[in-house]
């Protein structure tokens, strides 16, 4: 009988000590949670330094790592290049053609106006001496075509002249321009490229993984370094339908951080239902199945005493 009653009563303490931990039946337990960020290149490249260890905490503006590109320094190069042709052009075409120029062409129309004159010459004795048959056909058929291709020619250098004259065409100018606005553009591009060889942060970060070490490829997108908004730790608490009607929005409630006994005040800034597959942030939900949860975020009334709150500390709603 002693026996069997020791046992008893052994079994029973032991089950006890192995059960869930107590806690006031309108208390719920939480997560401390804290804003994410991560910062990534725009361009792939090799890294070169890393300028920030994990843990760190880096403000806006600093830089983190460096990355070597050389392909976009080949572009810069490419894109320069062009920029410089299309510049040429397009001056060319504003301001016409060059005093030598116009000379040599002056020098060409007076060429070939005497080969114009002296065929059509030719023709008209070469006419007479056909008529009166003292040229064969053939002979009279070859001086003619003479004649109509140094008209051909002539009739084209005065057309050239009378176009330099006039000056370029405003269509002609146009598209020079824009051919130089669209290299000017190309290499604007490449140059924003390379200066994003530099990786910056954005925002204030504790630095919490840094993903890549130096020599490796980082890509572009990739997420090289992870991390936590400073002054960002908020609370997140489930709560059954049966317990939500006592908290409202903007409502003070009581906290309290279960590693450190910690005591602080927040205020409820959301309180939304969560899906039936959604995180539970509760140790122990004491709940009926058929209930709806809700889950509460609350923002600390003073930040900075939960700037050292350890991210994903259980944490009691009171």
Do not use: H, W
């Not at 080969?115 to 008529?131: C, G, L, P, V």
């Not at 048959?133 to 009378?162: C, H, N, R, T, W």
């Not at 490829?217 to 049966?242: C, D, H, K, M, Q």
């Amino acid at each position: 009988m002693r026996i069997t009653t020791c046992i008893f009563l052994f079994s029973l303490l032991a089950l006890t000590s192995c059960g869930p931990r107590k806690r006031g039946a309108d208390n719920f337990e939480g997560k401390a949670k804290k804003d994410v960020i991560s910062f990534a290149p725009k361009v792939t490249g090799r890294i070169l330094k890393i300028y920030v260890a994990e843990g760190q905490t880096v403000k806006k503006g600093d830089t983190l790592a460096l990355l070597d590109v050389p392909e976009v320094s080949a572009k810069i190069a490419q894109a320069q290049g062009a920029v410089n042709a299309a510049t040429a052009q397009e001056q060319m075409a504003r301001r016409g053609a060059t005093a030598d120029q116009l000379k040599q062409l002056q020098a060409k129309y007076k060429g070939l106006k005497e080969q114009y004159e002296f065929a059509q010459k030719s023709y008209n004795r070469a006419s007479n001496m056909f008529n009166d048959s003292l040229m064969s056909p053939q002979a009279f058929d070859e001086i003619y075509a003479k004649l109509q291709g140094a008209k051909a020619q002539y009739d084209a250098v005065v057309a050239e002249l009378d176009d330099v004259k006039k000056g370029t065409r405003i269509e002609k100018v146009e598209m020079a321009a824009g051919q130089a606005s669209q290299a000017k553009g190309a290499l604007q591009e490449a140059n924003v490229a390379y200066s994003e060889r530099y990786i910056i942060a954005t925002n204030d970060m504790d630095v919490e993984t840094i993903s890549l070490n130096p020599g490796e490829l980082a890509t572009a997108g990739f997420a090289l370094f992870n991390g936590y908004i400073p002054g960002s730790t908020y609370f997140r608490f489930t709560v059954p339908e049966s317990k939500i009607a006592k908290y409202k929005k903007e409502q003070v409630v009581k906290l309290q951080v279960v590693y450190n006994q910690e005591e602080l005040d927040g205020n409820i800034v959301s309180i939304k239902q969560l899906t039936r597959y959604a995180d539970i942030t509760t140790a122990y939900p004491d709940y009926q199945l058929q209930e709806a949860v809700y889950e509460i975020k609350v923002r600390p009334r003073d930040a900075d005493k939960t700037k050292d709150i350890l991210v994903n500390a259980n944490v009691i709603l009171k």
